[in-house]
């Protein structure tokens, strides 16, 4: 067995598994990342790009739950359920629903908001110190709707955002038009948030932030982690390379994470996919100033640097399944209906990532284990881009002992049950000197 040397081994080279590694480099830590595939190549290569830092409402909600028949019904639409895996997720579904109580709606509105409030400011100090800001376009986003009533349905919703502090400007189909050329006369108003903006290149931000932790002293490792032990003295890895021994693991393996957990520490996380797709429009990057989604479609459209992402789609089949593109596809036939003149669809390609989700939409970010030897940056569904910058930061609070100034209550394992008592670790408040 090999004995590393290393602070801690990182397992999962997607943005959240590298911006981890990134920060925890640049701190002085000696880390290795273990990836089983290409790095940045998961659901962080084809997300939207959007910093959605106003997305503080959960996933699950007693509305979406209203609206489910009927989007499960369109084959094409935004929701799709493939039949043959309804035995396997409908334990999590129920947690979904479990999750729309008020109380329960409450709590990850507020844990939500805590970590989008602190999203951007850790992007733009990160990409400062790494020289990447040219990546981050912070130009807000826009919501666009197609009818009175569902303008009404906006502005209640840009009330019901200032209640839990955020903003947003109700845009008038006039202000739209002015602020937004060549969208159809259809698009009647919009809410404009201006604490957002976009990556505009996802995959490189990945690429870039790896390629430095690299040249600062992280060694990477392409191997899959099978499975392995917790220890006293350390964590026992089971990898495609052989067996490892390391001093502490950080599990940040997306989708994929939750046997990961199970086989190092013997606990169950509640984790199932959200399958989504893009369609990449490159004949097409600058069709539009900002990210722009749209409230009755459920999708959205970036502009990027190799052109315009349409993206967005919720799909529960599991991590095996082939992908079906016709979903990638069918979004021009959305986004053509909020343009006065039609896409250019020349050399389009269509992509399906798996987005790592708990059913109270929070992520998980902890340090469990025996003498805290396991980390975790887990579950970040729909906002892992966004939330990428702040959970390093948190990991690294958690290793150093340096308090972050954000209470990660919210996010740690054992609000999903309890854990065993070798594996609590007194981290919560990040008390100085805690490092282990
Ligand atoms: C269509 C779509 C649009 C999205 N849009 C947005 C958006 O606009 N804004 C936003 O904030 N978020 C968005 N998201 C969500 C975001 O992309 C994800 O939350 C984020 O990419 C998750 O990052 P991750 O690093 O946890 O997972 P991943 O990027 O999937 O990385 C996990 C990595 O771990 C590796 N791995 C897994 N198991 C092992 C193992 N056993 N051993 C070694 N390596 C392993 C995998 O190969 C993979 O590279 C979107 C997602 C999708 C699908």
């Known amino acids: 067995m090999q004995d590393l040397n290393h602070d801690l081994v990182v397992i999962g080279g997607g943005i959240i598994g590298v911006t981890c590694a990134w920060q925890l480099t640049q701190a002085g830590y000696k880390v290795l990342l273990l990836e089983k595939d290409e790095v940045g190549q998961g659901a962080s290569f084809g997300n939207a790009g959007h910093i959605a830092t106003e997305q503080v409402l959960p996933l699950a909600s007693p509305a979406v739950l209203k609206q489910l028949p009927r989007m499960l019904l369109d084959p094409l639409g935004p929701l799709r359920l493939d039949w043959r895996y309804l035995p396997r997720i409908a334990p999590w579904l129920l947690k979904l629903v479990a999750n729309m ?82 969208l159809a006369p259809a698009v009647s108003g919009g809410l404009f948030f201006p604490a957002t903006g976009h990556v505009t290149d996802p995959y490189q931000l990945v690429a870039q932030l790896f390629a430095q932790a690299q040249a600062a002293g992280m060694e990477r490792q392409q191997a899959e982690v099978y499975g392995g032990r917790c220890q006293d003295n350390g964590i026992e890895l089971n990898t495609s390379k052989g067996k490892l021994f390391a001093k502490r693991v950080l599990v940040a393996a997306g989708a994929w994470s939750a046997p990961l957990v199970r086989e190092l520490a013997g606990i169950k996380i509640p984790m199932d996919t959200e399958r989504g797709y893009h369609l990449m429009l490159p004949a097409e990057p600058a069709r539009l100033p900002m990210a722009v989604s749209s409230l009755e479609r459920k999708f959205i459209m970036t502009p990027m640097t190799g052109g315009l992402r349409l993206a967005g789609t919720v799909e529960f089949a599991g991590l095996h399944k082939a992908p079906d593109y016709r979903r990638a596809e069918g979004l021009v036939r959305h986004a053509d209906a909020l343009f006065e003149r039609q896409l250019d669809t020349q050399s389009a390609t269509p992509w399906m990532g798996c987005r790592p989700s708990l059913p109270d939409s929070l992520p998980v970010i902890d340090r469990v284990g025996p003498q805290g030897r396991l980390l975790l940056a887990l579950g970040h569904h729909h906002l892992g881009l966004t939330q990428a910058a702040v959970t390093a930061q948190l990991i690294l609070s958690l290793l150093s002992g340096k308090p972050s100034g954000l209470d990660i209550a919210p996010f740690r394992l054992a609000r999903f049950g309890q854990l065993p008592p070798t594996h609590t670790f007194n981290n919560s408040v990040c008390l100085p000197g805690s490092e282990g």
Do not use: Y
């Open 101 to 182: 109580r008020p109380q329960a709606q409450r709590n990850s509105s507020a844990g939500l908001r805590l970590l989008n409030e602190a999203s951007l400011p850790a992007w733009q100090q990160l990409l400062q110190q790494a020289g990447l800001s040219r990546l981050l376009k912070e130009d807000g986003s826009l919501l666009v709707c197609e009818s009175e009533s569902a303008f009404a349905e906006l502005q209640r919703h840009s009330q019901v955002l200032g209640e839990l502090g955020v903003s947003s400007d109700p845009w008038s189909a006039q202000t739209l038009h002015r602020q937004v050329n060549g």
